[in-house]
C-alpha cells in the first residue's frame, strides 16, 4: 500500500502519513500527466481525506500503472499535492451570462449557502442581488408615484416597477417570494429549501432579463452588422 506524507485536514496534524486504500484516476493534462483522486486515512486520527494527486514529471508514468495506491513505498516525490476535495468542489448554479461582476459575486455566495443548506442566509444574499439590479432601474427623478420608501424597499420596489411597466408583468408571480421569503429570511430565520429555490428561480430570471438578453441581442446586431458590411465590400 502507498503512502502520502501531508498535513492532515481532519485533525491538523503536520507531515503525517497517511496510508492510501484507493485511488481514481480522472484527468491526464498534457497528454501525459495523470491526475488522481486518492483516498487516504491519517495514521493520527483515522479519519480519511481525498487528496487530489497530479504526477509530477514524465519519467514516474510507471508509478500509476497499477493504481497509485499499489505502489510499495511513498509516493510524495512522484507527485505534486493539488489540495483535497472539499466544500469548494461542489456543483453549484452558474450566474446567468454577462452579469456585472459585483452582482455575480453575491449570487455565487448565496448559491454557496444554498448547496449548504443555509436557507436564511442565501435568501438574504438573493435579496442583496436583486436589491442591488433593481436598484438601477429606477430614474432619478420621483416621477410616477415613486418615492423614499419605494427606493428603500425591495419589495415595494419590485410593485412600482411592475405596475409602471418598467419590469414585464409576467414576473410578478414569480416575484412573490421576495417580499415574504426575503424579510423572513433576513429578519426571523424561518426559511424552507422550497423557499430558496423560489428565490434562485426569480433571481436567475430577472438577472437574464437584465442583463443576459439585452447584451445577447445586442452581440447578434454587431455580428448582423459585420456581415452586413462584409457582403457590401464583396459586392463593391
Ligand atoms: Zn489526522
Known amino acids: 500500500m502507498a503512502q502520502l506524507i501531508e498535513n492532515c485536514p481532519r485533525c491538523g496534524a503536520k507531515s503525517i502519513t497517511f496510508d492510501m486504500l ?6 491526464l493534462n498534457y497528454s501525459w500527466q495523470r491526475v488522481v483522486e486518492a483516498f487516504c486515512v491519517c495514521r493520527s486520527c483515522e479519519r480519511s ?35 483535497y476535495v472539499n466544500i469548494k468542489y461542489l456543483a453549484l448554479r452558474k450566474s446567468p451570462e454577462y ?25 438574504t444574499m438573493f435579496r442583496l442581488c ?36 418598467r419590469l414585464p408583468d409576467s414576473f410578478r408571480e414569480l416575484s412573490s417570494c421576495v417580499k415574504d421569503d426575503g424579510n423572513d429570511g433576513a ?27 439585452p447584451e445577447k441581442l445586442r452581440l447578434a446586431k454587431e455580428r448582423r452588422a459585420e456581415r452586413r458590411k462584409e457582403q457590401a465590400n464583396q459586392s463593391s
Request: hydrophobic content about 40%; overall charge negative.
Open 22 to 27: 484507493s485511488d481514481h484516476l480522472f484527468a
Open 49 to 83: 481525506t481525498v487528496f487530489i494527486l497530479k504526477q509530477s514529471h514524465t519519467d514516474y508514468e510507471r508509478i500509476f500503472d497499477n493504481g497509485l495506491h499499489s505502489y510499495e513505498s511513498v509516493v510524495n516525490r512522484y507527485v505534486e499535492i493539488d489540495g
Open 99 to 123: 452579469v456585472p461582476e459585483n452582482i455575480e459575486e453575491i449570487f455565487k455566495e448565496a448559491v454557496t449557502c444554498l448547496s449548504l443548506n443555509c436557507f436564511n442566509a442565501s435568501a
Open 130 to 165: 436583486l436589491d442591488t439590479a433593481t436598484r438601477s432601474l429606477l430614474p432619478s427623478n420621483d416621477i410616477d408615484g415613486l418615492n423614499k420608501k419605494i427606493r428603500r424597499s425591495l419589495g415595494f420596489r419590485l410593485k412600482w416597477l411592475f405596475d409602471t411597466k
Open 187 to 213: 429578519h426571523a430565520g424561518t426559511l424552507a429549501s422550497d423557499d430558496s429555490e423560489d428565490l434562485l428561480d426569480f433571481t436567475i430570471a430577472l438577472l437574464e432579463r437584465l442583463y443576459t438578453e
